[in-house]
């Protein structure tokens, strides 16, 4: 059975140095990004750094749905970098109402819990 550690990179504050130092420990690349265009610019940013070190990659698109266009880009940039899209997971509310109750995705509504299984299925697959 293989050991998982999971380090977690700060979101959103071009911190592109930190992550990919995280990459490089875990020798494996978890990128959730949300359909934005400053998570896209530090999506590209990460790539840059660590395309050269082999690393693989799987992504998860968070809120997907709020902006169809950037997450079109980014699933176009995931494809023409070889990145494998895990799965997408659209806004909803009651994800943030849960997370403040302590609660998780899958409480609040079960199909969260295929959503999670897939991404942690083809985790496993990549890595």
């Not at 995280?22 to 494996?28: I, R």
Request: proline share 4%; charged share 20%; aromatic share 8%.
């Amino acid at each position: 059975m293989k050991e998982i550690v999971v380090l977690s990179g700060k979101g959103g504050t071009g911190k592109t140095s930190l992550t990919a130092a995280l990459a490089l420990v875990a020798g494996k690349e978890l990128v959730v990004a949300e359909p934005t265009v400053s998570s896209l610019h530090d999506l590209r940013r990460l790539y840059d750094v660590i395309r050269g070190f082999g690393i693989p990659i799987g992504a998860v698109i968070n809120k997907s749905d709020l902006n169809p266009q950037v997450a079109d880009e980014l699933k176009s940039f995931f494809r023409d970098h070889a990145i494998d899209l895990l799965t997408t997971i659209p806004y909803d509310e009651q994800i943030s109402g849960a997370l403040s109750e302590g609660k998780t995705m899958a409480e609040i509504n079960p199909h969260y819990f295929a959503s999670i299984g897939k991404i942690w299925w083809n985790l496993c697959k990549i890595l």
